[in-house]
């Protein structure tokens, strides 16, 4: 049971770059999120899904995109990235019905992302 | 509105001392509280957590923490703390959103620990 996947595990990108940062789980999570984490901010969520085919902005969504076209995929997207993206990104999955919700969530192993 | 602290950013403890790491939080109903432990380069794990009945809950490594409702306090200790303990903590707690519950999280409190 892998849990939750990230990749890539680093990436360096230039003012400018785009790029995707994947997520997949293989529990069968109906509830999906990021999360960037800076020092001395905690984890502050970025977007979540509540399903596939449903998304919602949480407290810091601007610069990201996400799409949820699966219950096991949460990719994440920078269209442009600056330098303010620069951070430590983690996915997490969780239980959203039934007897386990809300229970736990898993994350990932994160994605150290550096914006030059 | 709701919020969690974790009022020590910080906190060195020698190998063998006991620990106690300190959790408030601010929401009007029952909350569900979870500790998660992130090691250097990891992602967070599950500590412990709390929904309802008994306020003293047990979790891995030896940890335990206390609901206390009349303080907002979900405080985890440790009796006897191991180096491999050093760890970023973090303290969240799951509140009601429509019909859902978001999760919000604490700073964290970084512990080190000395041989």
């Known amino acids: 049971n892998a849990g939750v996947t990230q990749t890539p595990k680093f990436q360096v990108l230039k003012t400018g770059q785009s790029m995707t940062l994947q997520c997949a789980q293989d529990?069968?999570?109906?509830?999906m999120s990021w999360y960037r984490q800076d020092p001395g901010m905690g984890l502050r969520l970025i977007h979540y899904s509540v399903g596939a085919g449903i998304t919602d902005q949480g407290e810091v969504p601007n610069g990201y995109n996400v799409s949820r076209s699966t219950t096991e995929d949460f990719p994440l997207r920078l269209l442009s990235a600056a330098p303010s993206q620069t951070s430590v990104y983690f996915c997490?999955?969780?239980?959203?019905?039934?007897?386990?919700?809300?229970?736990?969530?898993?994350f990932g192993q994160g994605t150290r992302l550096t914006v030059v | 509105a709701q919020s969690v602290t974790q009022p020590d950013i910080h906190i060195t403890v020698s190998e063998g001392a006991s620990l106690e790491l300190r959790c408030n939080y601010s929401?009007?109903?029952?909350?569900?509280l979870f500790w998660y432990v992130q090691s250097p380069g990891q992602g967070l794990q599950l500590l412990l957590k709390?929904?309802?009945?008994d306020t003293l809950v047990q979790g891995i490594k030896g940890f335990e923490a206390e609901f206390k409702r009349s303080q907002s306090s979900f405080n985890l200790r440790k009796p006897s703390v191991h180096w491999s303990d050093a760890a970023e903590y973090f303290c969240?707690?799951?509140?009601?959103?429509?019909?859902?519950?978001?999760?919000?999280w604490g700073l964290g409190t970084s512990l080190a620990v000395n041989p």
């Open positions: 997490a999955s969780r239980r959203a019905r039934g007897p386990l919700m809300n229970t736990e969530a898993f």
């Open positions: 969240a707690v799951g509140v009601l959103a429509g019909n859902n519950r978001k999760l919000i």
């Open positions: 529990m069968n999570h109906e509830y």
């Open positions: 709390y929904f309802s009945g």
């Open positions: 929401y009007g109903a029952t909350p569900y």
